[in-house]
């Protein structure tokens, strides 16, 4: 299996433009999950589905953010407008159905000007 | 919600020597427990983990131990090799149905060759 998939993996953007960061997971896994690692925060869990529905979205910052599951291979976390404190690598991770175990992809490196 | 510390936040070991790595939490009834590593430029990896009914679990050099009564549970790397230099982190699930993993703050470790 690839693994999970992120896109981009790097992002210069200016404040106030629209960012929107991609997600495949792997393959028949049921839930997926969004963080934000910085240095100050660590990792922190932003969203998290199951089966496509968002189940706890109590770690999104603000308005700004919002995240989609259209369907069980693809996920987008959209930020809009970014503002410099966005700036972060932002990973999103899998599970199976078999328990806890999440797999992670590589990231996206944000960096909003 | 739960809480996980972890300490130390960096650790310098020789090569060869063992890197013992603690964390705690505050919510008894959790009872997933995994040890993630991330590489420079990587997203997280799982390298082991443990559940509540289990008091150690060994895989080579990686060991894990936890205590339910004390709440806190440790990572144990034996002969330490320079590819051990990662951040680690713990984290903790509630039981089945509540798929959120709280991590800790990580642990730098650096194996002096």
């Known amino acids: 299996d690839a693994g999970v998939i992120q896109s981009p993996r790097h992002e210069v953007t200016e404040m106030g433009q629209e960012v929107t960061l991609r997600c495949k997971p792997i393959?028949?896994?049921?839930?997926l999950f969004w963080y934000r690692q910085t240095m100050m925060r660590g990792l922190e869990l932003l969203i998290y589905?199951?089966?496509?529905?968002?189940?706890?979205d109590s770690g999104m910052p603000e308005d700004r953010f919002s995240a989609k599951m259209p369907n069980a291979s693809f996920s987008t976390l959209k930020i809009q407008p970014s503002e410099p404190r966005d700036s972060a690598v932002y990973f999103c991770?899998?599970?199976?159905?078999?328990?806890?175990?999440?797999?992670f992809g590589p990231g996206t490196r944000l960096l909003v000007l | 919600g739960e809480n996980v510390e972890q300490h130390p936040s960096t650790l310098s070991v020789q090569e060869g020597d063992s890197a013992v790595i603690k964390c705690t939490y505050s919510?008894?009834?959790?009872?997933?427990f995994p040890w993630y590593k991330q590489e420079l430029g990587k997203g997280p990896q799982l390298i082991i983990d443990?559940?509540?009914?289990?008091g150690e679990k060994k895989d080579q050099r990686i060991a894990v131990t936890l205590n339910k009564t004390a709440k806190h549970f440790s990572l144990h790397i034996t002969e330490t090799q320079p590819e051990d230099s990662a951040v680690y982190f713990c984290?903790?699930?509630?039981?089945?149905?509540?798929?959120?993993?709280?991590f800790g703050t990580g642990t730098r470790l650096t194996i002096i060759p």
């Open positions: 984290a903790a699930s509630y039981p089945f149905g509540n798929e959120k993993l709280t």
């Open positions: 443990i559940r509540s009914n289990v």
């Open positions: 393959s028949g896994h049921n839930s």
């Open positions: 919510d008894s009834a959790s009872n997933y």
């Open positions: 991770a899998s599970t199976d159905r078999a328990g806890e175990t999440q797999y």
């Open positions: 589905f199951n089966n496509n529905v968002p189940i706890d």
